[in-house]
């Protein structure tokens, strides 16, 4: 079956990459941006853009908050089968790189090592205008007690969560990293993502040119449906799972 080809293929390639999105996280109980419920349904998607935190860095902050109670600190919310399943195959040696859009840290939970953040992380904070970055646990603290917003300790400049927003360029170092990566891969997986927000949405695409067989998983079809080898229209937390038994003893 599909599900067997796609693990034969994995075991073939000698560079497998992966790169997820939200949907890799929704079973978890943290909400996509555009499937069934996503966060467009309840936000406006300006409340993400850089426009808004810099008009506003307080209420930008006051909502960071919100978030910390409602997610973060969440002990239910943990990593799900299909966080597993790409920690257990790259402990196999069967993936390098995993890709991530993702900013819940919920890949570095279930134990994945080589992970590329190209959104950022919501565990750290950045200052604005000397660029250090900070643990971001003690300035959300700060936040809570009403310190809006948190600044610099080092400078006093205006701390932002470092997080990649709307109109806002990826890290430098990260999105290098995710594009060679996706230009090495002999295998590239692609998982509960829309693939609709570049640059992310153009690397299967970079890795296909390039010879890679391209795997997707998702709900809903994308716009790299068209040139995948294997495009599986289901849950992640099933799929994922099932390839890994194939290759993982
Ligand atoms: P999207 O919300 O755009 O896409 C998530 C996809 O996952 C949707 O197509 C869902 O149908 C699908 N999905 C949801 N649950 C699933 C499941 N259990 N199994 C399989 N598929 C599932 O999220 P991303 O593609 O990650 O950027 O969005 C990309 C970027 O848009 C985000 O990183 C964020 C946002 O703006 C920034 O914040 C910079
Ligand atoms: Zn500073």
Request: proline content about 5%; charged content about 25%; overall charge negative.
């Given at each position: ?125 950045a200052c604005r205008d ?95 449906s068209g040139y995948a ?7 992640v937390t099933d799929v ?10």
């Open positions: 079956d599909e599900i067997e080809a796609v693990a034969a293929a994995i075991c073939d390639a000698e560079t497998t990459v992966a790169m997820s999105g939200a949907g890799v996280s929704t079973a978890s109980g943290i909400p996509d941006f555009r499937g069934d419920d996503g966060l467009w349904e309840r936000h406006d998607p300006m409340d993400f853009h850089i426009d808004r935190f810099r008009a506003d860095p307080a209420g930008f902050w006051e909502d960071r908050v919100d978030l910390q109670a409602a997610i973060f600190e969440d002990e239910s919310i943990g990593p799900n089968g299909a966080h597993d399943a790409l920690a257990d195959l790259e402990a196999a040696g069967q993936l390098d790189t995993l890709i991530t859009q993702n900013i819940d840290g919920l890949h570095q939970e279930a134990g994945s090592e080589n992970v590329v953040e190209i959104h950022g992380s919501a565990a750290r904070v000397c660029g250090r970055r900070f643990d971001a646990d003690p300035v959300i603290e700060r936040a809570r007690d009403g310190e809006l917003p948190p600044t610099c300790k080092e400078c006093g400049g205006t701390l932002k969560p470092d997080t990649v927003l709307f109109g806002e360029q990826l890290p430098d170092h990260a999105l290098m990293q995710s594009q060679s990566a996706a230009q090495d891969a002999d295998l590239f997986l692609a998982v509960g993502s829309s693939l609709t927000v570049e640059p992310a949405a153009s690397l299967p695409l970079v890795a296909n040119e390039r010879g890679a067989t391209l795997v997707l998983a998702n709900l809903e079809s994308t716009p790299a080898d294997f495009d599986f229209r289901a849950d994922l799972p099932r390839i890994r038994d194939r290759l993982v003893a």
